[in-house]
């Protein structure tokens, strides 16, 4: 059976348009009705309140020119007082209903791309790099929240008292409104110069930013081969670019907003001496009132605060909204890249199944090679198959397609009689547990940690698994036993330990399928003979696929199998191999002769 090939996926998370970003957000307001209704309505009641006191002072002019009683000035007076105190009360709700409605978005979003990000499959995380991935769930998320809790309810609730206050012009003569409104050009021309140009800006800038981020992570995971190849040097050029590169695209951010508010300060200009001109001369025609022509100047000149917020914090919200279609991106990955958790395949027991891999040719988006070539293997139900060979070799890159991690170009892997690619990746997951040396400790009582692999497991089983695993002896001496503190501020653990910790989830795991990547590398030679007992004792009965960082564990495995170039050169036990004097003997006889503890 051979895979259907797929297309290569992107090299980075999806971005989603400004419409998209924009349907998203329009879902979720539908999601809470009362909540948006009642957002838009104190918002337009407190926008118009404050227009209200504008339009009253018109009248009170006109009032006092045209001698009227003191008892109507009051009046007007008091309503222009209970205008401005309720505008302010209506004002202050609708900026925490714009609040809460935002923070509920926020949380929606955060939680649905945390979760899109948890259930990718490896190989998805992997292509992309873990920059884009931590910078979206982490700087992506800061940069919303903080425009959420300013710019945004800013921005909304100065646009609607525009929008009520240039109705208000009109409502004065409709002469003074169109001469307020000849502004609109200019302020139109000042956005569609801005907007095209500061969209893609503020993309790249966050995307400069998560290079930077990738670039940090990748020198600090590999510490230890950065300083043993004194690479340090390196490492710091490459952070310092990326750094300057962020830096460079900051300064042009910040220039083209200036230019953006110069523009923005003639359309005002413009509205006001046009609002100036025409006034005048309706007065001197006794076209328009003296109260009219005060009050359209007065309201034109309130707009300026409400559009100098937008300007300033239009910044904000641009970032926001760059932010905004990066994390609606990560939900419309495409459903087929994702971790479904369909867990029905899962064995009703631990009986072992054969894996069987067929044809197998796989090869990396943009590699001009395949990594692996026509790899054919079979490890019976509960025996196990060592793979040996030089770096580069693929031995990695295999183990991860058994595991499930990846689909082949062409080719098969059977679980039992299921073909993987017929399984998403928590399907795979049942049946298949992988193990690496890359293992993390989470922060919280170490029962916490082993349940992650077993929620329903008792203290018992917990136990009896930390015993299998070696790791009994210092257990036992923690000072609260299963609930000590591990991880991050908690207690110290070494490489060694930790190992033991995921062997020990590993045995909770139950899989009846195991593939250990190197998974004892980390470890000292002490330590290491230690953890492989342990990988014997946890994988006793299971089928298991083992990359051998020592040639020890390959000869305690069932069959061998040696990778060159990613082809099988050579498969069979480690007596039949050694005498056959090929690839492997000759790779024996180099470590036994370099290693003084060999057999």
């Known amino acids: 059976m051979s895979a259907t090939a797929i297309p290569a996926a992107p090299a980075t998370l999806h971005t989603a348009t400004g419409r998209e970003a924009t349907r998203w957000v329009a879902a979720h307001c539908r999601q809470v009705p009362w909540l948006t209704v009642a957002t838009v309505l104190t918002t337009v009641t407190g926008a118009a309140l404050r227009v209200l006191p504008v339009l009253v002072l018109g009248r009170v002019v006109d009032g006092v020119v045209e001698g009227g009683s003191r ?14 105190l309720l505008g302010a009360v209506a004002t202050a709700v609708s900026t925490w209903l714009i609040g809460r409605l935002g923070a509920d978005l926020l949380a929606r979003l955060r939680e649905g791309a945390v979760r899109a990000v948890l259930g990718m499959p490896s190989a998805r995380i992997e292509q992309v790099g873990r920059g884009d991935v931590l910078s979206r769930v982490g700087d992506d998320v800061a940069v919303l929240s903080k425009g959420i809790r300013t710019a945004i309810p800013t921005v909304f609730s100065a646009g609607v008292l525009v929008a009520i206050a240039t109705v208000g012009m009109f409502g004065l003569d409709w002469r003074l409104g169109l001469a307020g409104a000849g502004a609109l050009p200019a302020y139109a021309l000042a956005l569609r110069w801005y907007l095209p140009r500061s969209a893609p800006l503020y993309r ?20 230890d081969t950065v300083r043993a190849y004194r690479l340090e040097d390196a490492i710091r050029e490459k952070v310092t670019h990326e750094s300057w590169r962020v830096r460079e695209l900051g300064i042009e951010v910040f220039r083209l907003f200036g230019r953006f508010v110069g523009r923005e300060n003639r359309a005002e200009f413009i509205g006001l001496v046009l609002i100036l001109v025409v006034g005048y001369a309706l007065l001197e025609a006794d076209a328009a009132s003296l ?152 922060s919280g009582p170490l029962a916490d940690d082993l349940r992650l692999a077993a929620p329903g497991a008792t203290d018992a089983e917990l136990l009896d698994a ?79 696929l083992l990359v051998a960082h020592r040639l020890t564990q390959a000869m ?44």
Not at 291 to 307: C, I, K, Q, T, Y
Not at 534 to 544: E, F, Q, Y
Request: net charge negative; charged share 20%; proline share 4%.
């Open 71 to 84: 008892s109507i000035l009051v009046t007007l007076g008091g309503v222009m007082g209970a205008a401005a």
């Open 204 to 223: 790249k800038q966050r995307a400069a930013q998560a290079d930077r981020a990738q670039v940090l992570i990748s020198g600090l995971n590999g510490i």
């Open 291 to 442: 109260g009219e022509v005060a009050a359209a100047p007065l309201m034109f000149h309130g707009l300026f605060a409400p559009l100098g917020a937008i300007m300033f914090t239009f910044d904000e919200a641009q970032k926001s909204g760059a932010s905004l279609v990066r994390l609606v991106g990560v939900l419309g990955e495409a459903a087929e890249d994702r971790l479904v958790g369909d867990t029905s395949v899962a064995p009703a027991d631990t009986a072992p199944y054969p894996v069987t891999v067929e044809g197998l040719t796989f090869r990396y988006p943009d590699a001009e090679e395949p990594v692996l070539r026509d790899v054919d293997l079979t490890i019976p139900a509960g025996g196990s198959l060592a793979l040996v060979g030089a770096t580069g070799a693929g031995k990695s890159t295999l183990a991860a397609l058994i595991a499930g991690i990846g689909t082949p170009q062409t080719g098969s892997v059977r679980i039992g009689s299921r073909d993987l690619a017929d399984l998403d990746e928590a399907g795979a997951r049942a049946v298949v547990s992988i193990l690496t040396q890359e293992t993390h400790v989470f």
């Open 466 to 544: 930390l015993r299998m695993a070696g790791a009994d002896g210092w257990v036992d001496a923690l000072p609260d036993g299963l609930d000590t503190m591990v991880g991050e501020g908690g207690e110290r653990l070494d490489v060694t330990k930790v190992a033991q910790i995921a062997l020990a989830r590993l045995v909770l795991g139950r899989s009846p399928v195991v593939v250990l990547d190197e998974s004892t590398a980390e470890a000292g030679s002490e330590g290491a003979a230690e953890l492989e007992r342990a990988v014997l004792a946890a994988c006793r009965g299971r089928t298991t």
């Open 556 to 599: 305690a495995a069932d069959r061998i199998a040696v990778l060159d170039a990613g082809r099988v050169v050579e498969h069979g036990t480690h007596d039949e191999l050694v005498a056959a004097g090929g690839r492997y003997a000759r790779l024996w006889r180099a470590w036994r002769e370099g290693s003084p503890s060999a057999p």
